[in-house]
């Protein structure tokens, strides 16, 4: 069976719950059972953007949903076909904005690397680049 | 970006420590058609943005989020417990930059977010 380790455009509703007007990842793709990448290209109409630039909260959720579509991913992987799983922030940590916030136009694309898994909650470490720049990075616990 | 939108300040009074500021969210917001449909979850972002934007009313500036030491998400919010939060505040500036301690609450003294971090004026 060829396993997709790509999903775009509506296949993304395949891994996450969260709907307009705040769904924040538009590509996802899974490197290997550690690590994923995924992006999304910033609309003017984002609900996060003000004047043509994006702010901080759809940074951090753009994050925590690309980790929660990796959730999603994995639990496919694992135990076959289902609905995405519900994934909430429990924590987040050691978040650094590194470069300037990004504006409308730009392509966020998200490096999800997985620390650790407990029972329902999923530890990782996030960087976010637009181009070669790093915008943020942070540590986050997923529970779902 | 989210205040008289996804929030409403009733009022803010001096504490021991800071600020203490009475809010309500509005369960009519768009946001949750998505977050998430016909199960409407306050996104624990828009949380950290009502912290931000209630720091932003005390120094009176503008600022940006440049870091997290820790946030912690206790309890789930959700709009129908929104009608009495309160958002306290404590803070020191030092040099443009804001460091920020911060927990929302209810009446009842429920803790949903813990947060440390800082803030950069603009």
Do not use: W
Not at chain 1, 4 to 29: A, C, H, W
Not at chain 1, 44 to 66: R, T, W, Y
Not at chain 1, 79 to 102: A, T, W, Y
């Amino acid at each position: 069976m060829d396993i997709i380790k790509v999903y775009k455009g509506e296949d993304i509703k395949k891994l996450l719950n969260q709907r307009s007007p705040i769904l924040m990842v538009d590509t996802f793709e899974a490197v290997n059972d550690e690590v994923c990448i995924a992006g999304l290209t910033i609309n003017a109409d984002n609900m996060f953007c003000v004047n043509g630039g994006f702010k901080e909260p759809g940074l951090i959720e753009h994050i925590a949903q690309s980790a929660s579509a990796f959730v999603t991913y994995r639990a496919i992987q694992t135990q076959g076909d289902q609905n995405p799983l519900l994934g909430f922030i429990g924590e987040v940590k050691k978040f650094k904005l590194q470069s300037p916030l990004p504006c409308a136009g730009s392509e966020l694309s998200t490096t999800i690397t997985i620390q650790s898994v407990v029972m329902n909650i999923t530890m990782f470490s996030a960087e976010t680049r637009v181009g070669d720049s790093v915008v943020a990075t942070c540590q986050m616990k997923l529970s779902v | 970006m989210l205040e008289n939108k996804y929030f409403y300040i009733n009022s803010s009074e001096a504490t021991d420590n800071g600020h203490s500021f009475s809010i309500r969210l509005d369960a009519n917001h768009p946001v949750y058609n998505g977050h998430f449909p016909g199960n409407p979850v306050s996104p624990g972002v828009c949380s950290i943005e009502m912290i931000k934007e209630c720091v932003e009313r005390l120094v009176k500036s503008d600022s940006i989020l440049v870091s997290i030491n820790q946030c912690r998400f206790i309890n789930v919010l959700t709009p129908d417990k929104g009608d009495n939060l309160f958002i306290k505040v404590s803070s020191s500036l030092e040099d443009s930059i804001v460091k920020v301690s911060s927990t929302i609450v209810d009446a009842n003294d429920i803790v949903y977010v813990t947060f440390k971090g800082e803030f950069q004026l603009k």
